[in-house]
């Protein structure tokens, strides 16, 4: 392009007989000024250069003597001064994307024709202001033929005012036409050129323009508005900008070949300056136009996508809740074209219970849960309602499901619960019953050998041993039931003792010795009767211990004190009960804990399971190890009744003696 504009001013010398010193269209300043917006002000020098170039060839063709040789140097060099700052301003003031500057809207044109106006006024202003400061300047006494004839001399006011259009006609095309270059391809396509219609608007802009030579009268201007007016409708600004460009050149043509009087030129240059200006903004209106159609054709082609792919039924109604639109979900879960619910009531598709249930009536009838949402959208003229529908047959069928499941579960649980309380109350019962049985057998052969004191002592413990049963029933039914426990103070030396009262015998058969170490004072805050069975089931296990091992030191530990956690007064009590059995067997030591382990051929495997149990109830853990007896050991800790002291630990006098 920056070889085009030394180019330009060549057209000077055809064009001085019609025009005193400039060209009625000057292609020279609109290339100037695209160049400045597309290269920025670093780059003026060049256009400087070439300006300076293009006068060196008009120096060289044009003979001295010519008019334009030593009028034009001046104006020549000032032009990319002049038009520099408009070009700037626009390259500021216009969008860009990534084929350029963006000129098709109205905004764009008149930004262009504006700055383009003031900068042709500013070429005006320094020629009149040469004209006025140097008298001797060849277009200051410029002489003119006017209609009638007669030679005249041109003031400088006229002529600037020719100067005027004519940049003004001529920057505002040639300035659009080089900014719109990488837009135009597409409308220059030899395809696109030989079409009727293209040939047609050709052929209407040379009649047109063959019209006005070589007589020029204003009636003969108003037909070539008729091809622009075309061009411009259908191919808006680039083919407005084109039949501009043809028609300028036509018209400048004519002026250079006839023999055209100034005034009649003057004329001319008028048409060009209306058709630019017509051309420009009708084709700006109309590719604006269909920028808006298409934006609004691709919105609505997105929306129409995002409706369609959105996971949710949508449906369009109008001011008097019909259905306008639907997507393809909705019409998918009736069962129904999309076209047939067009123009429906709301009613016939969505219907909603008493209870808030909504259902979606499909075509057959069957009635489909559903969720909907309704939200109303003001629009030019009325309102629209927009109404998302939501499946919710699958969240129906999986809440189903989850009930019955749950109701399995809990069915389950209350089993498992049972069955956990059954295998329970059968191994706690088992040693009470035991006793009752061995008791009341006792009494009978006593009764029937009339040693009735024995008797009656045996059946008082028979009586124990009972009220004893039903407590443990009680306590366990309501422990499994709540899981919690029924506590209050308990003397840690009464449970002890109350302990090795019931194993007494159990002791004694087994030739073993129960010795207990009990902290003086302490006060437990216990479920008495749980807390007896934890106790109950370690002895047992630790007897059952002693009669599988070989040992003669047949010894039973139950060690119960403060615990030293650093609280004072101390809150829980450390109870451990040892034995000098054989130690916990490796192959059960893993899980020892867990329900129905244990080594007896005859063990339900529950006791330490239980124990465990109660004591994590209490608020403690059961652990198992080894003593200082040499035997197992089993520890756990129980909360204290808030007291003021506890007094050390001081040895109990053997139970079992």
Known sequence: MLALYPLAGLLDPLLVSAVPGWAPWNLRAGIGLALVMLWGAHRLPLVMLAA???????????????????????????????????????????????????????????????????????????????????????????????????????????????????DVAGVTVTATLALMAPRLPCHLHPARLLRAQTLGQVAGICLSVAVIFPRVVGSRFYPVFIPLVWVAAGSGLPGAVLALAGLEAALSLGIAVCDIQPYQALKLQILMLSLAMTGLLLGAVISERERVRAAAARGEARLKTLIELAPDGIVILDADGRVEEVNRLVADLTGRAPDTLRGRPLANLLRREEGGEEWLVAADGRPLPVESSLSIVEETGGVMGVLTIRDISARKRAAAALGQHRAAAEQASRSHLTEEL???????????????????????????????????????????????????????????????????????????????????????????????????????????????????????????????????????????????????????????????????????????????????????????????????????????????????????????APLPSVLPAQEVPNAAA
């Open 422 to 640: 059954a295998a329970a109350l059968a191994h706690e019962l088992n040693q009470p019953l035991s006793a009752i049985v061995s008791y009341t057998g006792a009494c009978r052969r006593i009764l029937e050998s009339e040693s009735q004191s024995k008797a009656l002592e045996l059946m008082g413990k028979a009586a124990a041993q009972a009220e004893r049963a039903g407590a443990i029933i009680r306590h366990l039914r309501e422990f499994y039931r709540t899981g919690q426990v029924d506590s209050a103070p308990v003397p840690a030396d009464e449970l002890v003792a109350g302990v090795a009262r019931l194993l007494a015998d159990e002791v004694a058969n087994a030739g073993a010795r129960l010795d207990v170490v009990v902290g003086d004072g302490l006060i437990l805050s216990i479920d008495r009767v749980q807390v007896e069975q934890v106790l109950i089931n370690l002895v047992r296990n630790a007897l059952d211990a002693l009669a599988d091992g070989t040992t003669t030191d047949r010894r039973i530990l139950i060690d119960m004190r403060a615990a030293e956690d650093g609280t004072a007064p101390p809150t829980r009590a450390d109870i451990r009960v040892a034995d000098t059995g054989p130690g916990i067997a490796e192959e059960v030591a893993g899980r020892l804990f867990a329900p129905f382990t244990t080594t007896r051929p005859t063990g339900m495997g529950l006791g330490l399971s239980i124990s465990r149990s109660i004591v994590e109830a209490h608020g403690g853990r059961l652990r198992a190890g080894t003593g200082t007896l040499g035997g197992a050991a089993f520890s756990f800790s129980l909360p204290l």
């Open 52 to 166: 300076v170039i293009g006068l060196t060839l008009r120096a060289v063709l044009m003979p001295a003597s010519h008019p334009l040789a030593a009028s034009m140097a001046i104006p020549t060099l000032a032009e990319p001064l002049v038009f520099a700052l408009p070009a700037l301003l626009l390259a500021r003031r216009l969008r860009q994307d990534d084929e350029g500057f963006v000129l098709e809207d109205v905004d764009g044109v008149m930004r262009l024709a504006g700055l383009t106006m003031a900068g042709a006024l500013g070429q005006s202003l320094l020629l009149l202001a040469l004209a006025l400061v140097l008298p001797a300047w060849p277009l200051a006494g410029w002489t003119l033929t006017g209609w009638d004839g007669r030679a005249m001399t041109a003031d400088p006011l006229t002529v600037a005012l020719q100067h005027w259009v004519g």
